[in-house]
C-alpha cells in the first residue's frame, strides 16, 4: 500500500511535466496555424505499453517490477528514445519524455519520432546478476513492440552501455540472428558508435559557444554553474575547464560544491563514482538551491526536472541558462527569466546531441560501415549548429521565447508528416 501510494504520487508530479509540456506544444502549433485536432494527435503517445517483469533476486526470492514504453508519433520514422532505471519513474513521466524526444528529433530534423521507456527501480540496490535480469526481461516484455524499424531504444538516467549490450543480446536471441541496430549506446565492440558517451555534453557545449556568442560573453574565464555531475554534466565540466572557463559550482544529488575562483574539475572527475557522486567527500558543501542561485555568466541545470520555478526565478543571476537537463525549468519561470531577459537554451534543443549521435549509430549498424571519432564530431557539430541557428532565427522573427520556438521547430515536421499520410 505505501509504494503504490509512492508511485501514484510520483505520477502525480511528473503529470504536471506532462501537462506544461502539452500547454507549449499547443502554442507552437496555434502558432503555426494547425487547427486543434493537430493538437489532439500530438498531445500523447500513440502507444503505451505498461509491463511486468519478473525477476529472481540474489536471495531466491522473486521480485516483480513494472515498466513502461511509450512511443509518441511514428508519422516521420521509427520512434527512438532512451530506457531509464529509476525508482521514481512514472506513466506519465515516459509519455512526457517520448513527446521531448519526438520534438528533439524534429529540431535536429532525424527521420524518427520519439520514444521513451523506464523500469522502476533502483539500480544503485541491485547487483549485476539482478541488473541483468530486469534487463533482459524488459527486451522481452516489450520486444513486439520495438526493433529497428519500429522504436528504438538507448541508454537514459542510471543505464548504460552495459545495459544495452544485454538488451541487444537478448533481442537478438529471439530474434536469433545478430541485430545491432535494435538498440544505441551499445559498447564498441558490439557496434557502438565513437562519440556516444560524450554526445550529450557535447551538444550541450556547442549550444552554449553559440548562445555565449549571441550574448557576447568570451567562453576563455566565463564563470560556470552546473547543476548534476553525471554523464552530461561531467563531461560537460571537462569540456569547459578544457576550455578555459572557470567551473565556479557543481553538485550531485548530495549537495553542491562552490569555488568562486574555480574548481579543480581533473580532481573531482578522478574522484566521483559511477553514479556522479562525488561531494560526499567533502565536508564544506552548500546547497542545490544555493548553487542555482550563484553569481555566474553561465548556469547549466544537468540533473532533473523543476529546478528553476516561479519561486526562485528571480533569484537567478545567470546571463545564460542551458538546459542539459530534461525539464530543468518551469514554465512559468520561462516567462520570468525570459522577461529578466535572460537567454535561456533549452533541453529539447541543448540535449539533442544524445539522440543525434543515437541516429549516427543506427546509421553506421544499418551500413555496416563505420565512422572515426573525428567524423562523428564534425557531423554531430554541424547538425547542432543547424539546429541552434535555426530555433534561434525562429525566436528573433517570431518575437517568441527560445522554448517555444524550439518547440516550433521540433513540431513542425510530425505535423508536416501527420497531414501528409492524411491522418489529420
Not at 513502461?68 to 531509464?84: C, E, F, I, L, S
Not at 552501455?161 to 541487444?168: F, G, L, P, R, V
Not at 574565464?221 to 572557463?245: C, D, P, T, W
Not at 557531423?379 to 539546429?387: A, D, P
Amino acid at each position: 500500500m505505501v509504494a503504490d501510494n509512492a508511485a501514484e504520487s510520483t505520477n502525480n508530479k511528473h503529470k504536471d511535466v506532462l501537462e506544461s509540456t502539452q500547454r507549449v506544444v499547443q502554442t507552437a502549433l496555434q502558432k503555426l496555424g494547425y487547427p486543434e485536432e493537430v493538437y489532439e494527435l500530438l498531445k500523447e503517445p500513440v502507444r503505451l505499453m505498461t509491463v511486468r517483469i519478473p525477476v529472481r533476486m540474489d536471495d531466491g526470492s522473486t521480485k516483480i517490477f513494472t515498466g513502461y514504453r511509450a512511443q509518441h508519433n511514428d508519422a516521420v520514422g521509427p520512434t527512438k528514445g532512451g530506457v531509464r532505471f529509476h525508482p521514481e519513474v512514472s506513466e506519465n513521466e515516459v509519455k512526457a519524455l517520448s513527446i521531448w524526444m519526438s520534438l528533439k528529433a524534429g529540431i535536429v530534423d532525424l527521420p524518427y519520432g520519439g520514444g521513451k521507456g523506464g523500469i522502476i527501480c533502483d539500480p544503485r540496490e541491485m547487483s549485476f546478476r539482478e541488473l541483468e535480469g530486469v534487463s533482459r526481461g524488459y527486451v522481452r516484455a516489450i520486444s513486439q513492440i520495438v526493433g529497428p524499424t519500429k522504436d528504438i531504444p538507448a541508454p537514459d538516467v542510471m543505464t548504460n552501455s552495459q545495459i544495452m549490450a544485454w538488451m541487444m543480446d537478448e533481442y537478438s536471441r529471439m530474434d536469433e540472428f545478430n541485430n545491432p541496430g535494435f538498440i544505441t549506446g551499445k559498447p564498441i565492440v558490439l557496434g557502438g558508435s565513437h562519440g556516444r558517451e560524450t554526445a550529450t555534453a557535447k551538444g550541450v557545449t556547442i549550444c552554449l559557444k553559440e548562445a555565449a556568442k549571441q550574448r557576447g560573453i568570451k567562453i576563455e574565464g566565463a564563470r560556470v554553474v552546473i547543476q548534476g555531475f553525471g554523464n552530461a554534466g561531467s563531461y560537460l565540466a571537462k569540456f569547459m575547464h578544457e576550455a578555459g572557463a572557470k567551473v565556479i559550482g557543481i553538485s550531485d544529488a548530495y549537495g553542491a560544491l562552490h569555488d568562486p575562483d574555480g574548481l579543480d574539475i581533473d580532481y573531482l572527475l578522478d574522484r566521483r563514482d559511477s553514479f556522479g557522486t562525488v561531494t560526499n567527500l567533502f565536508k564544506s558543501t552548500i546547497s542545490n538551491q544555493e548553487l542555482l542561485e550563484l553569481d555566474c555568466d553561465i548556469l547549466v541545470p544537468a540533473a532533473v526536472e523543476n529546478q528553476i520555478t516561479k519561486d526562485n526565478a528571480h533569484k537567478i543571476k545567470a546571463q545564460i541558462v542551458i538546459e542539459a537537463a530534461n525539464g530543468p525549468t518551469t514554465f512559468e519561470a520561462t516567462k520570468i527569466l525570459t522577461e529578466r531577459g535572460i537567454l535561456i537554451v533549452p533541453d529539447v534543443l541543448a540535449s539533442a546531441g544524445g539522440v543525434t549521435v543515437s541516429y549516427f549509430e543506427w546509421v553506421q549498424n544499418n551500413q555496416g560501415f563505420y565512422w572515426t571519432e573525428q567524423e562523428v564530431e564534425e557531423r554531430l557539430e554541424k547538425v547542432m549548429l543547424k539546429g541552434f541557428q535555426n530555433v534561434y532565427q525562429t525566436a528573433q522573427t517570431r518575437r517568441v521565447d527560445m522554448r517555444l520556438a524550439a518547440y516550433m521547430v521540433g513540431v513542425r515536421k510530425m505535423a508536416e508528416a501527420s497531414r501528409f499520410r492524411g491522418w489529420i
